[in-house]
């Protein structure tokens, strides 16, 4: 089992920054792949971004793409969702997923090839 938990959510005005942190427990960090998702009201669970075990392949919506940077710190077992100019459609709950355990440098885009989620972070961008 791997448990996650996520922090960093809030609310904050168009144009704002935001670093989402999602703490990992329970099996070896640095074996899973990991993601970022975000689900808006009324809205499917869309794919924000994914980093690789290692952290040397990432990818990222293209709604996001430029704005947004995923990391990971498999000391501290974190990974980071860093969110820079921020918009009113940026608006969800937040969760972080891992996927694996995986032996390769791939990252992941589809919900269904992660096994562990965490319970959601709320981010509000009001314009």
């Known amino acids: 089992q791997v448990q996650l938990v996520e922090s960093g959510g809030g609310l904050v005005q168009a144009g704002d920054s935001l670093r989402l942190s999602c703490a990992a427990s329970?099996?070896?960090?640095?074996?899973?792949?990991m993601g970022w998702f975000r689900q808006a009201p009324g809205k499917e669970r869309e794919f924000v971004g994914a980093?690789?075990?290692?952290?040397?392949?990432?990818g990222y919506a293209d709604s996001v793409k430029g704005r947004f940077t995923i990391s990971r710190d498999n000391v501290k077992n974190t990974v980071y969702l860093q969110m820079n100019s921020l918009k009113p459609e940026d608006t969800a709950v937040y969760y972080c997923a891992a996927a694996g355990p995986t032996y390769n440098s791939r990252y992941f885009t589809g919900s269904s090839e992660y096994n562990y989620w965490g319970q959601g972070t709320q981010v509000t961008v009001s314009s």
């Open positions: 329970g099996r070896t960090f640095s074996n899973y792949a």
């Open positions: 980093i690789s075990r290692s952290g040397g392949s990432t």
